[in-house]
């Protein structure tokens, strides 16, 4: 059936206010404050010991998640978030992890504030629970969020909050990731702020009612019990912060903290001529067997010191399950504004937020209404939606002479999923999702290449796991893993390479296994370039059934290419839900980073060392970047003028002149 | 009565102690001689035989053996001059290290550095593209062949690389520490192709799963293998031309020595053995003052050391980051937290006042130093606030300006911000002090540790300055700053005084319990190699311990904790017990209820540690009574707490404290080698030792 708004959802769609207006909202509480006053007799001493430590502690945090989560993406990938925020729930320090995640921590507490200050009251020892993208906290229901206030003399000082992506809260398909999904029913039903913890102590109906939704209540159970000892951590810390310098002298560093983010962002954008940039994302699918193309609009405009981002004319909220709610839209611009435009400004988002002003309808994809699918909205609409916005940053910037240094093009257009389910090797029953595709290509830069399988932007510390591992704990066996030729947006400067993984089932007492494919960009590439560069490769997923891996590795030969490991190719679609049988082979190749300036201007010995080590081919070198080849390897500088002027010519529809008296 | 020698050799100089075996104690200090550090390590021989009355010969015939502390492996690597490489690993694989499993990236780099991503880059890659071959074979995670190698392209492979000029072939294929068969035949064809070429294989350099890291240790070894071996034997052969007749041993970074030739074998071995004479000598001092956890930290002038000892013995970590390169070696766990005294001082572009994580380095180092330095340092303002006393910097070594210090701190911190020049410097040395409990802090937690439950004791030239400050906010007990004789060559103390320790290891990952006869196998198997390898390095030993550790994982994490192995045969009762062990170990390092026993255990690598006590263990020179009451040699304004400011403090020459001498806050002790600093409310004692221990508040 056709999308139609719940009615009593209202409510839950959540815009966050200011904190003036929070302030009046949660009147139920009562919220520590300083005034200006406090905030300028700070002196430069007890800023700067109060600020590393608010920091330290935000570290402190996201370490004691790390070392107690059973969840890997947590514990290995850093795929969480930590954050410390002001009475009014403003961020005032994220720690360097998942920046999408941290990106909406501040609407899930604004919510609270405003809904919960009566009932259910806050009180020491409390803490929230919430997994409902339309509150915030987290982009999809996966991403569940534990948060507590930091009570001061009965007084709401501040809040703590930790997010993670959980394996699995129920739904049709394992991992919630219904590929076949049409609204949110059929997926994780979100759980909006309820008191978890109360006056130090675990609530266990709410706690059972949480866990009864999920296929492994164990490990979520786990999981649980970390956030609760992270949010101790920094609570005990901040407590006894406020215990040797004073509640008026923290709390006038935290919000000092974001009017120096703040005023930093905004002078940085002063500094940048005015002007508008806008662009498009696509993505090519929102459900299995869906094969239509959608649309993400933006315009975004910077005048004086703050930037407006406008979605109008995105496209509707549509059946699937890749929509994304207002802390998705939320989760795709933080990130870029966090990584391009604050590499050297405090990640403080409550006094960045104030720099930017978010123009979106309700009911398109990028802010969609209940009961919108989002199942897989972190890595479809909230990614496209960064993807668009790192375009558009990326195109700003480049006209200053100095910050044009700390854009990159677009990187690793989206996420290619692969989730694996089955017999392991030992007989278990297992379910993982395979994140090689976490080494995607970072985008190029203005004075020199992206990264080749760098990772992903919104993820500073990313990281996949050793192929042995792979093997030893999944019944699979890869033919390879390596950099991809090509795979990088050609440009000026080349976007990073991104790569593929191929393998082979192995080992399973069932022969086969179960395979979840999730990955748009296969239709159009995701990754664009800025100033003239060209986008990266598309996603590029494959199966080959009946292969002949088997007569091969009898003949003593590992397979390099897809071509050699004969069989029937089946190009996959963007969500497909299907098996891997015993003969079959999976090849997955994820995107690159996109490029930076005409591929024509690139050096040419520059090409040349890159076909010599693979990361591009000699037929691209000629055909994109005009450049022709030596036999000993080097660039023909006579010929690739040639080619390059004949290029030229193609592209405006001039003939060719006659080179040859040169 | 023979001689044991400790030799150690730093950027700046090379230390030297002697201990004999009825007791004498001597101690000198050379220049160190870059390039060629051999020339520093024969001066400083020259020099203790000297205070001896005798000449290096009649020294070196009865000395029994030397432990080196040698810095030539990390040089070689930090300055890029190392061996051309060949690859050869599994075909479909030859990426790996280039992909870096993508944390190649941004390993070891300072959170600010991280946070600024577009401008973070991976190093180059350990070996060019030209010189990486993949070979056509597999076994799989049982070790089972899978493809059978291709030979014919393990010789064309050779062939290449060795008409292209390489040398040295390192070999890294998958699952080669399960079934290692594949790696063999490869050095067997090497050899027919080309007798000459140097061969490395993983499963004999790193037996441990995951290839990224094994392949980068392999390489890496094979790099400096021939760079270290190159020192060495010309630096024995001089030894032996000097009527040397004992043991060469060179310290690892894993806490113990081995013989030279044992060394270059194991060249990845040696990247932490500068750091290890410090913490061996640490322990040694623990063990006089009865302290069995130590916070130790070493503050010098361009990097800030801190590791841990807990329970007496060191923290020790099994891989380490090198120019961001992921490597497997076992080593003492000493972390770079800060710049040390070389930290600049600067102002965000916010208008906040920053310190760190930049240094000044050793060139042109700080302001005061009047060397090109423009830009104002702690050192700076630990001057300007009277605690270092430029007349008498590392004993009058060398000469700061006050001046120069001053007009740095004023015109780039103190005016832009509105405060007076002293004002500035003492935001300075707080903030500073603040930080470093920060960061040391976090060294403790990340442990698994409370800092309440720790000593710190407080090396380098500029730690003392602020240790006693920084402490009291940590939380720790007590400060005990080594001075005395030793204090001077406390690493080289330490090597003289320390064992010899053999490491064997094998990767045999499968799920936990494994049964006794595959677990007892496995042990027996590494004890045996290890008893054959002490046999080898032909030392007199007071006696012989093996050690045995494994590392389990709960099922799908992605890293181990290391766990303790009782000796002997184990029955299913004492393999459960190890089971135990871990979780008990988990709990204690990630937090109680952080267990996730349902998910099940997996053993993933054995490891054995034989460690030789060798017969000579000298111990720490007495430090002569004091008679009188400590006389301060004069009274200066010192700022020492910025809630006190500008105090009258008593400066004490530390060479006219004799133990028993007790001193109280605000003072500040004048040592040849560092300053300290006690700020007013901590009171400190000289021990027998010559050391100064103080007592710590807790302040929060």
């Known amino acids: 059936m056709p999308l139609i708004q719940i009615a009593g959802s209202e409510r839950f769609a959540y815009q966050p206010k200011s904190a003036e207006q929070t302030r009046k909202l949660a009147s139920g509480a009562r919220l520590h404050t300083v005034d200006d006053g406090d905030i300028d007799v700070l002196d430069p001493l007890t800023y700067e010991v109060i600020r590393h430590r608010l920091a330290a502690i935000a570290g402190e945090m996201g370490d004691g998640l790390k070392r107690m989560s059973g969840s890997v993406v947590v514990t290995d990938c850093n795929d969480f978030g930590a954050t410390i925020l002001d009475e009014c729930g403003d961020s005032v320090v994220v720690g360097l992890y998942n920046t999408q995640l941290a990106a909406s921590v501040d609407m899930a507490v604004k919510w609270t504030l405003e809904n919960r200050s009566r009932q259910a009251g806050f009180h020491a020892g409390d803490m929230f629970l919430c997994n409902d993208p339309w509150v915030g906290g987290g982009l999809h229901q996966n991403d569940v969020t534990v948060f507590a206030p930091l009570i001061h003399d009965g007084e709401v000082f501040a809040w703590t909050a930790v997010v993670c992506h959980q394996v699995d809260l129920g739904g049709v398909s394992p991992g919630s990731w219904s590929v076949e999904g049409r609204d949110v029913f059929w997926e994780s039903t979100p759980i909006p702020p309820v008191k978890i913890v109360e006056a130090g102590n675990i609530r266990s109906d709410i706690e059972d009612m949480y866990l009864r939704r999920s296929r492994v209540p164990r490990l979520i159970a786990l999981d649980l019990r970390a956030k609760i000892g992270a949010n101790n951590i920094a609570q005990e810390r901040l407590t006894a912060l406020i215990a040797k310098y004073g509640a008026r002298t923290v709390k006038a560093v935290m919000k000092r903290m974001m009017n120096d983010a703040e005023a930093r962002l905004r002078a940085k954008l002063q500094s940048l001529p005015d002007g508008a940039w806008s662009g498009v994302a696509h993505q090519d699918s929102f459900r299995h067997s869906d094969r239509n193309v959608y649309k993400i609009l933006l315009t975004m405009t910077k005048r004086g010191d703050s930037l407006k981002f406008d979605f109008t004319g995105t496209d509707k909220e549509t059946e699937g399950f890749a929509n994304c709610t207002f802390a998705g839209l939320r989760g795709g611009i933080m990130p870029i504004v966090l990584t391009m435009l604050c590499g050297d400004i405090p990640w403080s988002p409550g006094g960045l937020y104030r720099c930017l002003d978010i123009v979106s309808e309700p009911g398109t994809i990028n802010n969609c209404n209940f009961p919108a699918g989002i199942g897989k909205a972190s890595v479809a609409s909230a990614w496209a939606t960064q993807n668009v916005v790192s375009e558009c940053v990326a195109g700003m910037l480049d006209v200053h002479p100095d910050h044009r240094k700390s854009l990159m093009c677009v990187c690793c257009g989206t996420w290619d999923l692969a989730v694996l389910a089955g017999l392991d090797q030992r007989g278990n029953p297992f379910v993982t999702m395979i994140c090689d595709s976490m080494a995607g290509g970072l985008g190029a830069r203005v004075d020199q290449d992206g990264v080749d399988t760098g990772g992903l932007n919104c993820i500073p510390m990313g990281r996949v796991a050793d192929v042995e591992i792979n093997e030893f704990s999944f019944p699979m066996l890869y033919l390879w893993r390596r950099e991809e030729t090509d795979s990088g947006g050609p440009g000026r400067f080349r976007g990073g390479m991104g790569g593929s993984s191929c393998f082979i089932p192995h080992d399973s007492p069932i022969g086969g296994v179960h395979l979840v494919v999730s990955a748009t960009g296969k239709a159009l590439p995701q990754a664009t370039g800025v100033s003239g560069g060209y986008p990266a490769g598309t996603q590029y997923d494959v199966l080959k059934r009946n292969a002949r891996v088997a007569e091969l590795f009898g003949a003593g030969r590992i397979p390099s290419t897809l071509e050699e490991i004969g069989g029937a190719a089946d190009i996959l679609e963007a969500h497909l839900e299907t098996e891997l049988g015993e003969q079959d082979v999976y090849y997955t190749h994820w995107q690159g980073g996109g490029g930076y300036g005409d591929p024509l201007l690139r050096d040419p010995v520059l090409v040349a060392r890159d076909v010599g080590a693979r990361k591009v081919s000699p037929s691209a070198a000629n055909d994109v970047y005009g450049v022709l080849l030596n036999s000993d390897g080097s660039a023909d500088e006579t010929a690739t003028r040639r080619r390059r002027t004949q290029i030229r010519c193609e592209r405006v529809g001039e003939p060719v002149p006659n080179q040859a008296a040169e | ?700």
Not at chain 2, 119 to 138: F, G, M, Q, S
């Open chain 2, 1 to 700: 009565m023979t001689y044991a020698i400790g030799v150690d050799t730093g950027g700046t100089f090379t230390d030297g102690f002697l201990a004999s075996t009825d007791g004498m104690l001597v101690s000198a200090k050379a220049h160190s001689t870059p390039p060629d550090f051999s020339r520093g390590f024969i001066n400083v021989l020259g020099e203790l035989a000297s205070a001896i009355g005798s000449s290096v010969e009649e020294l070196l015939s009865k000395t029994e053996y030397i432990v080196h502390g040698t810095t030539s492996t990390l040089n070689a690597v930090i300055t890029g001059e190392v061996a051309r490489v060949g690859f050869l690993t599994t075909r479909g694989h030859g990426d790996s290290i280039r992909i870096m499993n993508l944390e190649g990236r941004y390993a070891g780099l300072d959170p600010s550095a991280v946070q600024n991503i577009s401008r973070t880059n991976k190093p180059a890659p350990l070996v060019p593209y030209r010189d990486v071959i993949e070979i056509d074979e597999r076994i799989d995670h049982k070790g089972a062949v899978i493809v059978p190698l291709d030979e014919q392209g393990v010789r064309a492979a050779v062939r290449k690389l060795y008409d292209d000029g390489v040398r040295a072939i390192a070999v890294s294929l998958l699952w080669a520490f399960r079934n290692p068969v594949h790696e063999r035949r490869i050095r067997e064809i090497v050899q027919e192709e080309a007798a000459e070429l140097y061969v490395a294989l993983s499963h004999e350099t790193s037996p441990r799963i995951r290839e990224y890291t094994r392949s980068a240790t392999t390489i890496i070894n094979t790099q400096i293998g021939p760079v270290l071996k190159g020192y060495l034997a010309p630096l024995e052969e001089e030894l032996r031309a000097k009527k040397f007749d004992g043991s060469l041993l060179i310290m690892q970074g894993s806490g113990g020595c081995v013989q030279a030739a044992d060394a270059s074998k194991y060249a990845v071995g040696t990247l932490g053995s500068v750091l290890t004479g410090g913490i061996v000598g640490c322990l040694r001092l623990a063990e006089r003052l009865g302290h069995r956890n130590i916070i130790s930290t070493d503050m010098g002038g361009t990097t800030f050391l801190a590791g841990l000892v807990r329970d007496g013995k060191p923290s020790t970590t099994t891989t380490t980051v090198l120019h961001q390169h992921q490597i497997n070696t076992a080593m003492v766990d000493v972390r770079t937290i800060g710049a040390g005294g070389g930290a600049i001082a600067w102002i965000d572009g916010g208008g906040n006042l920053r310190v760190g994580p930049r240094s000044a380095g050793a060139r042109p180092g700080p302001v005061c130093y009047g060397e090109g330095g423009h830009e104002p340092t702690v050192t700076d303002a630990d001057l300007v606030l009277g605690i270092i006393n430029g007349d008498n910097f590392l004993g009058g070594r060398k000469k700061l300006s006050k001046e120069l210090a001053a007009e740095a701190i004023r015109t780039r911190i103190s005016e832009p911000l509105g405060l007076t020049m002293e004002q500035g410097a003492a935001a300075i040395y707080a903030i500073q002090n603040a930080q470093t409990a920060d960061l040391v802090r976090s060294v403790v937690v990340n442990g698994g540790h409370d800092p309440r439950d720790f000593v710190l004791y407080s090396f380098g030239g500029a730690g003392p300055v602020h240790a006693v400050s920084y402490s009291a906010d940590l939380g720790v007990s007590e400060v005990v700053v080594p001075l005395g004789s030793t204090a001077a060559v406390f690493s080289a103390y330490g090597l003289a005084s320390s064992d010899i320790v053999l490491t064997a290891e094998m990767s045999d990952p499968s799920n936990f319990p494994v049964d006794p006869v595959t677990l007892n196998g496995n042990f027996e198997k590494l004890e045996a190699e290890l008893a054959e390898r002490l046999i080898q390095q032909k030392l007199r030993l007071a006696n012989v311990v093996f050690e045995r550790e494994a590392e389990l994982r709960y099922t799908m994490q992605m890293a181990e904790v290391t766990t303790p192995v009782p000796g002997g045969m184990l029955g299913e009762a004492e393999i459960a017990g190890i089971g135990a062990s871990f979780e008990q170990l988990y709990e204690r390092i990630y937090g109680k209820g952080a267990g996730f026993s349902d998910a099940g255990l997996q053993i993933i690598t054995y490891r054995v540690r034989a460690v030789g006590i060798l017969p000579i263990r000298p111990d720490l020179a007495a430090h002569e009574r004091a008679i009188t009451d400590p006389v301060p040699s004069s009274i200066r304004k010192v700022f020492l707490d910025t809630r006190k400011g500008w105090q009258d403090t008593a400066i004490y020459d530390y060479r006219a404290l004799g133990s028993g001498s007790k001193l109280s806050g605000p003072a500040v002790i004048e040592a040849p080698t560092t300053t300290v600093a006690l700020p007013e409310g901590f009171a400190g004692v000289v021990d027998t030792y010559g050391n100064l221990i103080i007592r710590v508040a807790n302040s929060g």
